[in-house]
Nanobody, 115 residues
Framework: EVRLVESGGGSAQTGGSLKLSCLGS????????MEWYRQAPGNECELVST???????HYAGSVKGRFTISRDNAKNTVYLQMNSLKLEDTAVYYC?????????WGQGTQVTVSS
């Protein structure tokens, strides 16, 4: 069974930092392209960042320069370091395996940024 378990969310003030983790199991993590998505209330599911199996990285323009995606294949874990947080970063964050039909599904981890 494929499982993705996100953690690390919480509350932070604007300008603060949080680091999200996503532990994968039940699939070939090393060979998988991984993604972080987010969804704020009333908004569509938004792709935040991707990291391919060979380390190629992409960021959405809204987070470029503030967020850093990384992976540790030995731990089957993908991370999202979020710095310089803004109010508009408030959302539920989900990790996903690329490709996926419904990325903003499942437990996710809530990130709430306040001023």
């Amino acid at each position: 069974e494929v499982r993705l378990v996100e953690s690390g969310g919480g509350s932070a003030q604007t300008g603060g930092s949080l680091k999200l983790s996503c532990l994968g199991s039940g699939f070939a993590f090393d060979d998988s392209d991984m993604e972080w998505y987010r969804q704020a209330p009333g908004n569509e599911c938004e792709l935040v960042s991707t990291i391919s199996s060979d380390g190629r990285i992409h960021y959405a323009g809204s987070v470029k320069g503030r967020f850093t995606i990384s992976r540790d294949n030995a731990k089957n874990t993908v991370y999202l370091q979020m710095n310089s947080l803004k109010l508009e970063d408030t959302a539920v964050y989900y990790c996903a395996i690329d490709p996926t039909a419904d990325p903003c599904w499942g437990q996710g981890t809530q990130v709430t940024v306040s001023s």
